[in-house]
């Protein structure tokens, strides 16, 4: 069964640093989306791509965070400048138009 | 925007018994509710969804009930397994090709064997 793929599975960071994490979502998928969920938290929409383009963004979406698809099968999520609260798992998701949208196993990023 | 509650946080069952975990949701154009389980080191994975134009669904031993009025949505688990144990998120969206999912704070399911 088709699975989104994600690496690395932890990242640890000193605050500052930036980080890329990267994510290898269904290959006819045609939305792409990442979410973080810290520590005991609930699952958060950061930002939705489509199209080579930004769909939608949340307010946690600021200008330290970037996506980008630099091929046919990866999506990434830059953040430019860590914060220790910038720690969290983070989850990238895919889906066709209007259809399941299947998450991947996530990156754990330790900001310290 | 959306803002979806989930209750109980924690629900321990005996195996064998059922289990419910309601949700409430507040934008009345939402019409999509998804609901994931979430196994310790994992994603997120679907488990059964319901859009606004069906009351019930149900699928072997896991059922979900939307009331649109009162803005509301159930899971039902019956004859749980130990398997069952697990994190279980509700979620809401609006169907129109960009599914952003507004999760709930999540249900932390034991099933006591």
């Known amino acids: 069964e088709p699975e989104v793929t994600q690496t690395p599975s932890h990242q640890v960071t000193q605050m500052g640093q930036e980080v890329i994490l990267r994510c290898v979502p269904i290959?006819?998928?045609?939305?792409f989306y990442w979410y973080r969920q810290i520590l005991g938290q609930k699952v958060e929409f950061l930002v939705s791509?489509?199209?080579?383009?930004?769909?939608?963004k949340s307010e946690i979406f600021d200008d330290q965070f970037s996506v980008e698809r630099p091929d046919g099968s990866n999506f990434t999520l830059k953040i430019r400048s860590t914060k220790l609260e910038d720690s969290a798992m983070y989850f990238c998701?895919?889906?066709?138009?209007?259809?399941?949208?299947?998450f991947g196993p996530g990156t754990r990023l330790t900001v310290l | 925007g959306e803002n979806v509650e989930q209750h109980p946080s924690t629900l321990s069952v005996q195996e064998g018994d059922s289990a419910v975990i309601k949700c409430t949701y507040s934008?009345?154009?939402?019409?999509?509710f998804p609901w994931y389980k979430q196994e310790l080191g994992k994603g997120p994975q679907l488990i059964i969804d319901i859009r606004s134009n069906v009351g019930e669904k149900k699928d072997q031993r896991i059922a979900v009930t939307l009331n649109k009025t009162a803005k509301h949505f159930s899971l039902h688990i019956t004859e749980t397994q130990p398997e069952d144990s697990a994190v279980y998120f509700c979620a809401a969206s609006i169907r129109r090709g960009n599914e952003k999912l507004t999760f709930g704070t999540g249900t932390r399911l034991t099933i006591i064997p």
């Open positions: 934008d009345s154009a939402s019409n999509y």
């Open positions: 998701a895919s889906d066709r138009v209007m259809d399941e949208q299947f």
């Open positions: 290959s006819n998928h045609l939305y």
């Open positions: 791509f489509y199209n080579n383009e930004i769909s939608e």
